[in-house]
């Protein structure tokens, strides 16, 4: 059951998912990629976040070439820009506003519609490791490091929006980089080993970072695997590992490792691509069943240990 899993965790996190609601003249269909409360489309834009919103006729839900496109209050929310059927738009203020379109069909038609929104300052910021549960976790210098988080009003209203930083980095290991979507905030690991904080600027959350060398790796966790059931001969699966240091999981990252099967009468063990690149994880590999047996094999991450090289023993029933 644990492979299970694993398997409806990588689908859901890669599967994209939209918001949508007819407009008030029920011409036009808006939309935007959720993954909060997928059913409720007015969920608020926190002030300072932007929005790419899609529009559709109500019909046959083919794209509308947008002409215009303006709110009813600039003080609350804002056109950045149009494309195609796309509109950006940024919330510069708290409050509710309406944002008014017109655009040709793909039928033909000249049309116009209109939807309600809401702009407001998030009140809850929610922030994890994205490979541990634990307080702490570690990271490798000089990398982009991808955070899950996310932001709500004190009610538990989600809070959306990309390309909002809300977030202060403190300590010499780190520093942040411009990004954020509505599910990762990207910042970028400094040259520097040491220990950094994430701080919140909407409340009291912290995030507690480790930033090590990829010489300070010391150990190797024990694999996922994404398996349904068993692995048959002539099956290839995909298994994912991490590195460890100090007893904490190094997440997301993009170090030299090594996997090699010790039993290859029985498995083929190889670096394989992502179950889902959308998990900004590294670390992956495929086992392939070549005859019944209990596979065994090695991760090893050669830089570790200062240059001597980190090794972890791993063994698979391989079915008929």
Request: glycine share 10%; charged share 20%; hydrophobic share 40%.
């Amino acid at each position: 059951m644990r492979y299970r899993t694993i398997i409806a965790i990588a689908v859901i996190a890669g599967t994209a998912c939209e918001s949508t609601v007819t407009g008030n003249s029920g011409n036009f269909q808006f939309s935007y990629n959720a993954d909060d409360r997928i059913g409720d489309f007015n969920k608020p834009i926190a002030v300072g976040a932007r929005l790419d919103i899609s529009v559709n006729d109500a019909g046959l839900r083919q794209a509308v070439a947008l002409a215009t496109a303006e709110t009813d209050d600039e003080s609350v929310l804002q056109v950045v820009s149009i494309d195609g059927n796309t509109i950006t738009l940024e919330a510069v203020g708290d409050g509710n506003g309406l944002l008014s379109v017109s655009g040709t069909t793909a039928e033909g038609d000249e049309l116009d519609d209109s939807v309600n929104l809401l702009a407001r300052t998030p009140e809850v910021l929610k922030l994890w490791h994205p490979c541990s549960t634990d307080a702490d976790a570690a990271y490798v210098t000089g990398q982009r490091v991808w955070m899950p988080w996310e932001m709500e009003m004190e009610n538990s209203q989600p809070v959306i929006g990309y390309g909002f930083w809300p977030v202060t980095v403190e300590g010499a290991a780190a520093h942040t980089a411009a990004d954020s979507g509505q599910q990762w905030m990207a910042f970028d690991t400094g040259d520097t080993a040491g220990t950094a904080t994430l701080t919140s600027d909407i409340d009291d959350t912290t995030l507690a970072m480790t930033v090590i060398t990829e010489s300070e790796i010391d150990g190797v966790e024990e694999p996922i695997a994404f398996v349904w059931e068993d692995i048959d001969v002539g099956d290839v699966n995909a298994f994912h590992v991490r590195p460890k240091f100090g007893g904490l999981t190094v997440c997301q990252a993009d170090v030299v490792k090594q996997v090699v099967s010790l039993t290859p009468d029985i498995c083929a063990v190889r670096e394989g691509p992502a179950a889902d690149p959308n998990l900004y994880e590294y670390g992956w590999y495929e086992i392939e069943g070549v005859g019944q047996g209990t596979c065994e094999y090695t991760v090893t991450y050669p830089n570790g240990a200062d240059g001597a090289g980190v090794t972890g023993t791993f063994s698979h029933l391989i079915e008929p």
